[in-house]
């Protein structure tokens, strides 16, 4: 399709070049001509010289929009097979399968090639899946050459929808002060959360349906606000419903312009609703974050949490209050529907397999202290529910590609292999999840399999490989490399202390005449939770 449009609009865009070219020239050269003009006829041509002037700056304008637009030419390796076959009528009806059927395309490749090179065709062209091994000789590659963010960027259009950010500033806080100060973050949090779900799971006396993935949303996005700049932010509800709205809008409005052939797009933002709302989430952010931050810079007031290091850490132009509010938003884009999508799968395997239910409580009871949190060390002790919070993962990862990067120039491996410019590459994820020799029986549920590990095997290297944060060749769910998700380890806490509230003061099954957790939906490389309903009763 984007071929076909691309060719459309160029065509459309020569008529009218054409067409502004004759205009122009008759123009300039007058309908009746005389053999000696009068002296209005001089102003007359001035005016029209001035005119030509004008149409000729519109027209070269016009052209090299054309040419900026265009997509960059992609070259495809030599030898390396294209799931589904090479033809190009196969491939682009594969383009078109790998929206909603990416999971299958991928195992087939993967299987097809033993987890070697294979291209997988989609929308932004024929992607390029790399063998693992290849990790480490592109984990550190230069970002002007293989290029993260620039997989954002077109995924998510972000030249229109301003997804995706080159700023380093929320990766190195994250990476750094958040994940230093995790401990000291972690009592508020788990206020945050007792009073979330107040709010939005309000205490039932009976079995009440509800929708998981929306309640679930709201309290992640209140407890990551909690994190981002104390109850400040997380009582915010206005902030709390941009932050949740922004990927949302991000999401549909890049979905909606990609419709428009590429010369068209930056008209065709203006018509689309959901990109013209994403003013007004920016707007929100600096509402709420700009008074916190004004307010400590008046008082000198140091607070654990992300505003605060930002702030702290910020260099340069991302001192800038209305920038750092900006990045605000970004990382609860990051963090929000991310984090909210793995308690969600969870419940929906707890309802579908409630003999996990009990071993996880005494688990969550075993280690709380009188208080009732979970402290340092004891979110270290729940490897029961750490495991099956991965077994979960591996069945419903959130992305089917991860290590995802934009491959600019040429870029040659190790062994001599050169991945051709303009390239999308990526891991498949979700097949490596499913390979038989990294996981024995990959097609059995096992809650406990990577609690077994751990148990059996005690401070090896494969007991901190089977934990839910960790990031290797065989776990790629958070990616890998100078990349690989900073805020990881906050979610896997975030994450075991909702789930450990949920276990203790709920019951859940789903609607009578459901016993089947609903399928996850497919779209492009992401997969979705069915935002399904299920009941739930006060436990206790
Ligand atoms: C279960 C929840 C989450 C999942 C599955 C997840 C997954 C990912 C993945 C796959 C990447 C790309 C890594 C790569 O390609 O190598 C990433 C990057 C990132 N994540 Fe997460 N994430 C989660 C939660 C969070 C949270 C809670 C935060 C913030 C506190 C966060 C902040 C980031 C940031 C800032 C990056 C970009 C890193 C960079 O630019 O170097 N993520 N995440």
């Not at 984990?139 to 002007?144: E, L, Q, V």
């Not at 949740?244 to 203006?270: E, S, T, V």
């Not at 120039?409 to 410019?421: E, H, K, Q, T, W």
């Not at 939906?521 to 299920?534: H, I, V």
Request: hydrophobic share 40%; aromatic share 10%.
């Amino acid at each position: 399709m984007a071929v076909k449009d691309y060719l459309y609009a160029n065509l459309m865009a020569l008529f009218l070049s054409a067409g502004l070219i004759v205009l122009s020239l008759r123009y300039v050269a007058g309908e009746n001509e005389s053999t000696f003009p009068a002296i209005e006829d001089f102003e007359i041509f001035e005016n029209r010289t001035k005119l030509s002037g004008y149409l000729t700056v519109i027209l070269v304008g016009f052209l090299f929009v054309i040419v900026s637009q265009r997509p960059k030419r992609q070259k495809l390796a030599p030898g390396i097979p294209i799931v589904g076959g090479s033809d190009i009528q196969h491939v682009k009806q594969n383009r078109k399968r790998f929206i909603h059927d990416g999971k299958s395309m991928l195992t087939e490749g993967y299987r097809q090639t033993n987890g070697g090179f294979f291209y997988v065709p989609s929308n932004c062209g024929e992607r390029l899946m790399l063998p693992v091994k290849y990790l480490e000789d592109l984990k550190t590659a230069p970002i002007d050459q293989v290029d993260f963010v620039a997989t954002f960027i077109e995924m998510f259009e972000g030249k229109y929808t301003t997804m995706g950010s080159r700023s380093t500033l929320h990766p190195r806080v994250v990476r750094a002060q958040l994940n230093h100060h995790l401990p000291d973050v972690m009592p508020a949090v788990q206020q945050e959360i007792r009073n979330a779900f107040d709010a939005a799971f309000p205490p039932c006396e009976d079995w009440t349906e509800i929708n998981v993935v929306e309640r679930i949303t709201k309290v992640v996005a209140r407890v990551s606000s909690c994190m981002f700049g104390g109850t400040e932010l997380s009582e915010n509800e206005k902030w709390v419903a941009a932050s949740i709205a922004f990927a949302i809008d991000g999401f549909h409005g890049a979905q909606k312009i990609k419709r428009y052939p590429h010369i068209l797009r930056p008209i065709a933002k203006y018509f689309i609703p959901e990109i013209r709302s994403i003013a007004g989430h920016y707007a929100e952010a600096e509402k709420a974050a700009i008074p916190i931050l004004k307010a400590r810079q008046k008082t000198g007031e140091k607070a654990l949490d992300l505003l605060y290091w930002m702030s702290d850490q910020a260099k340069g132009s991302e001192r800038d209050m209305k920038f750092i509010a900006s990045i605000l938003l970004k990382v609860s884009f990051a963090a929000i529907h991310t984090s909210a999508a793995a308690p969600s799968q969870l419940i929906y395997d707890l309802c579908a397999m409630p003999e996990y239910v009990e071993p996880l409580r005494k688990e969550v009871e075993s280690v709380l202290d009188p208080d009732g949190n979970i402290d340092k060390k004891s979110f270290g002790q729940l490897v029961k529910l750490d495991s099956i919070m991965k077994e979960s993962q591996r069945f419903n990862p959130l992305l089917l590609i991860t290590f995802e990067r934009v491959v600019h120039r040429p870029y040659r491996l190790s062994d001599g292999f050169v991945i051709p410019a303009h390239t999308h590459i990526g891991v498949p994820t979700s097949s490596l999840l499913m390979d038989p020799d990294l996981y024995p029986d990959p097609e059995r549920y096992d809650g406990f399999r990577f609690a077994k590990i751990r148990t059996h095997e005690p401070n090896t290297d494969a007991s901190a490989r089977a934990q839910y944060a960790a990031s290797n060749p065989a776990s790629m769910s958070f990616g890998f490399g100078r990349h690989a998700c900073p805020g990881r380890f906050f979610a896997a806490n975030e994450i075991k202390a909702i789930m450990a509230y949920l276990l203790l003061n709920f019951d859940m099954k789903f609607p009578e005449g459901k016993e089947k957790r609903p399928e996850s939906l497919l779209f492009e490389t992401q997969f979705f939770t069915e935002p399904n309903r299920y009941s739930h009763v006060q436990a206790a």
